[in-house]
Each structure stands twice: as structure tokens, then as C-alpha cells.
């Protein structure tokens, strides 16, 4: 794995996102002008739901993808076996490839927000897809390679 894979893994995530954004869009509009248009088992408010929920499933999936490259750097660059959560591993791997404070808080924000997303935990502040896939590849570009295991 190369930082250009994880790069491009990211974006791809974002793209699939607006991909899916838009053929749920095309079909909750093809929906309300024709109910026929619809499987038996899938209403409208079905499609209004998916759309409504749809950014914060590519949110997680966004993350995830970041997580499992973050692992996988702690592991083929640091050979560390480890596993430590989340937010220690971002700390010190964040101390190693001196990525600054300011990043390093900023991707926290992320990882909350994702932690908000999947586990309701403590309230977090908003992130939108494009703003996260942003500052996750900042991150990102801190990190030195090639990484092989």
C-alpha cells in the first residue's frame, strides 16, 4: 500500500457517495411521478430515508477506510503490533510524522463525529463527507512510505 492508494481509496469513497446520492435522488424523483415505478417492497419514504441517511453511511465507510490505512502504517512503517483505539494510535502516530496540532485536532473532530455516527456517543460536532476525505488526506500526507509489510 502506497499514500497515493490510500489517497485514492479516500476520494473513491467520496465519489461512490455522490454516485449513490445521485441515483437514490433519480429514484425518489421517478418514484413520485409514478408509484409503478417501484418495487412492491420499497415505498418512497423508504428512498426519503436512504437519502437523508446516505452521507453518513459513506461518512463511516470513509473512516473505516482511513482506520484500516492507519493501522496498516502503524504497522508496516512503525512494526508495531499493537493495537491500540483510535484516538491514542492518531496521537502517536501524529508524534512521529510530526503532523501538526492543528491537524492532528482537526482529525479528532472527524473521529468523533464518526464515533457520534456509529455509537451515539457524546454529541460531535458536524462533518461533511468532502470536509472529512479533506482533512484525512492531509493526515495523510504527513505520513512517509513506501509501507510494505
Not at 96 to 125: I, M
Request: aromatic share 12%.
Amino acid at each position: 500500500m502506497t499514500k497515493s492508494q490510500v489517497l485514492d481509496q479516500l476520494k473513491r469513497v467520496a465519489d461512490q457517495y455522490h454516485a449513490a446520492r445521485f441515483a437514490v435522488g433519480r429514484a425518489l424523483s421517478t418514484a413520485m411521478r409514478t408509484l409503478h415505478a417501484l418495487p412492491a417492497a420499497i415505498r418512497p419514504n423508504d428512498l426519503r430515508l436512504c437519502l437523508n441517511r446516505l452521507e453518513a453511511t459513506y461518512f463511516v465507510m470513509l473512516f473505516a477506510e482511513f482506520e484500516s490505512a492507519i493501522r496498516y502504517v502503524w504497522k508496516a512503517q512503525y512494526r508495531k503490533m499493537t493495537r491500540p483505539p483510535m484516538e491514542i494510535l492518531l496521537d502517536r502516530i501524529a508524534a512521529k510524522a510530526y503532523v501538526t496540532d492543528t491537524d492532528l485536532r482537526q482529525v479528532h473532530s472527524v473521529r468523533r463525529y464518526r464515533n457520534f455516527l456509529v455509537h451515539g456517543e457524546d454529541f460531535a460536532e458536524s462533518v461533511t463527507l468532502e470536509k472529512a476525505q479533506s482533512l484525512l488526506a492531509r493526515f495523510f500526507y504527513f505520513m512517509h512510505g513506501p509501507w510494505r509489510v
